[in-house]
């Protein structure tokens, strides 16, 4: 027994030591091909263009501009991805729960095929797809407002004109003192009905009146076709739209399961009592099941949003100029793949930890609601 805290030091030791001959050859090997250590390759011009930028960037800006470019885009993917991936899999969860013997078979073979397909084969498969849409002249169109063509995919959306600094900090302060309202009547005790329609009111009044006080101005586009090319409303890139398709199909099927263990998990009685208050079907899932089912569904779902975020990362091999491509590239120009990839570990490592964050803060709200009704 006394001769274990010697040999804890001594393991602790050895991996000192073999951390710093890493650094110290690390550190010869850069000095030896003239590589300078650090991060200041970040301040140094860009020589190459990002296909799909979503602020303003062009060959010449500093490397940290283009990989907040990349960065924008995996969040912009990221996020879109877990709010769709959860609309469909919530919808696909509870079909396949219905009666329905056609719709929960259906609903068990696609979960089946997604989930057991990788998702690298299927975003191959998206964006050959999406290569195979006809030239805006003949493209696809549904209602005259939606456009599928080899260009990408274009929807109605919103048009911002003339946003600057201080209109988004203007809109920022609406949203802290919004939600700074939320928590102080939580920590009151609930949050009455009234209360959150007036501050929600107020907050989108704020949001109405930041645009004109500020010069800004938004207005709603529909694309249409406008010589070779559809003009107007938004567009989503081929790459950006397969990468998006891919990773909404992909775990929309695991949440589909989730969702659907989460729901079996509430004891029949549930629905038996409910019956015999004369709910019917649809009220007794929406205001019993699911809300005793999200203690069940939350935990893992937030394993399916970790999981989304950092399979993102396989855009890389369709082309969407995310983070991942973004950084191999700097690394790939400048030498600094060590600082490079510190770095992109870093990001993905605090966006994760961020969303966990979120998540668990939800879900001890679900779970002291559920503690509570008990």
Not at 115 to 130: D, E, G, I
Request: glycine content about 10%; aromatic content about 10%; charged content about 10%.
């Amino acid at each position: 027994m006394g001769t274990w805290p010697l040999t804890q030091v001594a393991v602790i030791a050895v991996i000192i030591a073999l951390f710093w001959l890493l650094g110290h050859n690390t550190a010869e090997t850069m000095a030896r091909i003239g590589i300078t250590p650090g991060f200041d390759f970040l301040g140094r011009p860009a020589n190459f263009e990002i296909g799909e930028a979503p602020i303003a960037f062009k060959a010449g800006d500093p490397y940290i501009r283009a990989i907040l470019a990349g960065l924008l885009n995996t969040v912009k993917a990221a996020a879109l991805g877990c709010v769709l991936a959860t609309i469909l899999g919530v919808v696909l969860g509870v079909a396949g729960l219905s009666g329905n013997l056609l719709l929960a078979g259906l609903v068990r073979w696609y979960v089946e095929i997604v989930r057991n397909t990788p998702l690298l084969l299927q975003l191959f498969f998206w964006m050959s797809l999406a290569k195979s849409f006809p030239s805006p002249r003949q493209a696809l169109s549904a209602f005259g407002t939606f456009f599928l063509t080899n260009r990408g995919v274009f929807v109605p959306g919103l048009s911002f004109h003339n946003v600057s600094a201080p209109t988004l900090w203007l809109l920022g302060g609406f949203v802290v003192v919004y939600l700074a309202f939320l928590t102080w009547a939580r920590r009151k005790g609930s949050v009455p009905g009234r209360r959150v329609g007036l501050a929600t009111a107020i907050l989108v009044g704020g949001v109405v009146l930041a645009f004109p006080l500020t010069g800004a101005g938004a207005s709603w586009e529909i694309p249409a076709l406008a010589g070779f090319n559809i003009r107007g409303g938004y567009n989503l890139t081929p790459e950006f739209a397969a990468l998006l398709t891919g990773l909404v199909v992909k775990f929309s099927a695991a949440i589909a399961e989730i969702v659907r263990a989460g729901i079996q998990s509430v004891d029949r009685g549930q629905w038996e009592a409910s019956r015999a208050l004369g709910l019917h079907s649809g009220q007794i899932m929406r205001l019993v099941v699911l809300p005793q089912a999200l203690r069940v569904i939350t935990p893992l779902t937030t394993s399916s949003y970790l999981d989304l975020t950092k399979d993102s990362s396989l855009a890389v091999a369709i082309g969407y100029p995310d983070l991942v491509s973004i950084i191999n590239t700097t690394a790939n120009t400048t030498g600094q793949s060590l600082e490079a990839l510190t770095l992109l570990i870093a990001v993905y490592l605090a966006i994760n930890l961020s969303v966990s964050a979120a998540m668990n803060l939800y879900n001890r709200r679900v779970a002291l609601r559920g503690t509570a009704r008990t």
